[in-house]
């Protein structure tokens, strides 16, 4: 079983294809730091599929295909099976407020991935993207289009697809997460399952307090825990504490009575508050409550619901793992947490100083890995027992 991973960022979601045990072939990253996340994680099985760079280059996309050949060859296979592809969502995300019209552009890197699955034609294909990612517009060589028509253009001939707006909350994931999944199966596989019965199961939510309770407060600015790296109190100007100490779950610092303590800066000895341009900055979240959605600014409070529930910070590294279901073997860098757990204090500041931006935007670009793992599976089961399709043909979207 193997599986091609694009625009995989530091390939938090599609390590589930490596818990279910798939080999990886091939996986693109246009920043190194990612990709060395990816590295450490021992992704592939040959290291030519490591390919850093921008896929629409041609020689980037000489040395993708090169490295599928180098495995087929390696394997004496014929079949890719898998193609998982993310491509940046910056121009699609209704949370982005810096929108401009060169993100037309930018989501046109979708086109660029369903190129590659018509070439590769792989058995399966999984993307992932948010809620908006079928209506948004593209250009497909030189022409405007919504993403959902560059689908039926490119892939409609040779796939059965389905595309399916969830929130990931409801399916295993220990954080709220509502994005687009779209599943295709190739056509001559279409007698044995529908891409239906590839989607994730569903199972019933969790609350912020099972999933990260256990973990021991973190009172002191900059404190680290001594027996994980990654439970750390990030720092922050320490006049903004007053502005969180105060308020309640729920509550946001532009709550505050007190104008002092609400999100304001120095301007001219006079108080010049901030804008508030979302309702969830500098907001605190709910103990009993399912876990907000990981953004990738996660490391400031003036961020989307960043606040912990009771400590004066933002959600440690250790926590948002534990949010986006990123399992316990999974590494950030190539030395074990042990070796880093040993560190001195000093140390550890360094590495955090050093490695903590990177994890933190893998982490908030990431899908949780338990739903990546849950596809993962059910193509597992189809590969290697010729799982047949519980659907009827008249749910079939293409024929």
């Not at 045990?21 to 099985?45: H, Y």
């Not at 990738?296 to 004066?312: C, L």
Request: glycine fraction near 6%; aromatic fraction near 10%; proline fraction near 3%.
């Amino acid at each position: 079983m193997n599986y091609i991973s694009l625009f995989s960022a530091g390939g938090v979601g599609c390590f589930g294809f490596k818990q279910a045990g798939f080999d990886g072939v091939a996986t693109s990253e246009l920043i190194e730091r990612r990709l060395n996340v990816q590295k450490a994680n021992n992704k592939l099985k040959y290291a030519e599929g490591y390919i850093l760079g921008d896929i629409t280059q041609e020689d980037v996309k000489k040395q993708l295909f090169e490295s599928i050949d180098l495995f087929k060859k390696k394997e004496n296979i014929s079949d890719i099976d898998v193609i998982i592809f993310t491509p940046p969502c910056q121009g699609m995300s209704v949370a982005n407020h810096k929108k401009n019209d060169g993100t037309i552009d930018k989501n046109s890197l979708v086109v660029e991935a369903l190129e590659l699955v018509k070439q590769i034609k792989p058995k399966f294909f999984v993307a992932e993207n948010v809620r908006a990612f079928m209506n948004t517009k593209c250009i497909d060589h030189n022409q405007e289009k919504k993403i959902k028509e560059a689908f039926v253009d490119w892939l409609s001939e040779d796939y059965l697809y389905e595309d399916e707006i969830i929130n990931f909350k409801d399916y295993g994931a220990n954080s709220s997460r509502t994005r687009t999944l779209v599943i295709g199966v190739r056509k001559d596989l279409k007698n044995m399952v529908h891409p239906l019965d590839l989607f994730p199961s569903k199972e019933k939510e969790t609350n912020l307090r099972d999933v990260i309770g256990h973990l021991p407060k973190l009172e002191k600015m900059g404190d680290i825990y001594s027996e994980d790296i990654y439970h750390n109190f990030k720092a922050y100007r320490e006049d903004m504490r007053c502005w969180i100490s105060d308020i309640k779950e729920g509550e946001s610092a532009f709550d505050n009575e007190d104008i002092t303590k609400r999100p304001h800066r120095i301007i001219d000895g006079e108080i010049v508050p901030n804008v508030k341009k979302n309702s969830s900055k500098y907001t605190r979240q709910y103990w009993d409550k399912v876990g907000p959605c990981v953004h990738t600014r996660n490391d400031i409070m003036a961020s989307q619901n960043t606040v912990h529930p009771e400590d004066d910070r933002v959600f440690s590294i250790r926590e948002l793992m534990l949010m986006m279901n990123i399992p316990n073997d999974f590494k950030w860098v190539e030395s074990d947490e042990e070796y880093l757990n040993n560190l001195t204090f000093e140390e550890k500041e360094k590495f955090l100083k050093d490695n903590e931006i990177n994890i933190r935007q893998c982490i908030g670009e990431a899908i949780p890995t338990i739903i990546i793992q849950k596809i993962a599976n059910n193509i597992k089961d189809v590969l290697i027992n010729g799982k047949k399709t519980k659907k009827t043909s008249g749910q079939l979207r293409f024929m």
